[in-house]
């Protein structure tokens, strides 16, 4: 069976500062993995994800995630956030042939001014 | 405009009284699934469907019930809710099943058991 673990649950950063959200996956076989975003009282959109190929994953807000094979890690990282990437991240994993995604627990990001 | 609609998007209810939310895609997607988020656990699934006439359960499907007799609507029944159903629940879609596909998730309802 795979996991997911998000070991932030809260991350607290000032606007333009760099983020990173840490995503961490359990699986005995090869995964996809996904970054799905919750802003508030919405549902989730999809952010990126990694299927195969190249390891470095964007988005068309600026987010990237990069796929560690060795260290099972799919981190969310961004250079320079703004207020309005104020919102709850979620990490997600899934296999081949899988009928559901499995959630991390989520990271709620806070951007203060 | 391709979206997941759901109804209602807040709900109280008292312990017992049957329920029926409902949930509708109009990207004509082979797949739908039910999830419960609750603080700390993230998103578990609760039911999903491959295709009309095809339902399966997720990791937490007691108390809940589905069905799929269209292909846009996918209904989540709580026959006699209890508190610990008392959760935000999304619906999804997905072109089709298998692990790579993008999920397309509704808007969430809340719902609240006394």
């Known amino acids: 069976a795979q996991s997911v673990t998000q070991l932030d649950s809260q991350v607290p950063v000032f606007e333009e500062a760099p983020v990173e959200l840490r995503c961490n996956y359990s699986?005995?076989?090869?995964?996809?993995l996904f970054w799905y975003v919750q802003y508030p009282n919405q549902g989730l959109q999809l952010l990126l994800k990694?299927?195969?190929?190249?390891?470095l994953v964007e988005s068309i807000n600026g987010f990237e995630a990069e796929f560690n094979k060795s260290q099972t890690s799919f981190h969310l990282r961004k250079p320079s956030v703004h207020i309005s990437d104020t919102a709850e991240y979620f990490c997600?994993?899934?296999?081949?042939?899988?009928?559901?995604?499995?959630f991390g627990q989520g990271t709620r990001l806070t951007i203060n001014p | 405009e391709a979206q997941v609609t759901q109804n209602p998007r807040y709900l109280i209810t008292v312990t017992g009284k049957k329920l029926t939310v409902t949930c509708s895609q109009n990207?004509?997607?082979?797949?739908m699934s039910w999830y419960r988020q609750d603080p700390g656990l993230g998103l578990r699934q609760i039911y999903y469907?491959?295709?009309?006439?095809?339902?399966d359960k997720g990791d937490v499907p007691e108390g809940y019930k589905v069905s799929r007799k269209e292909k846009r609507n996918f209904p989540l029944i709580l026959e006699s809710p209890s508190p610990n159903q008392t959760s935000l629940y999304f619906c999804?879609?997905?072109?089709?099943?298998?692990?790579?596909?993008?999920?397309?998730f509704g808007p969430g309802t809340r719902l609240t058991v006394l």
């Open positions: 999804a879609s997905s072109l089709y099943g298998g692990g790579a596909n993008e999920q397309f």
């Open positions: 699986s005995s076989v090869s995964v996809y």
């Open positions: 990694y299927l195969s190929g190249s390891t």
């Open positions: 997600a994993v899934s296999i081949q042939g899988a009928q559901k995604l499995v």
């Open positions: 990207m004509n997607h082979e797949y």
């Open positions: 469907s491959m295709n009309v006439e095809v339902t």
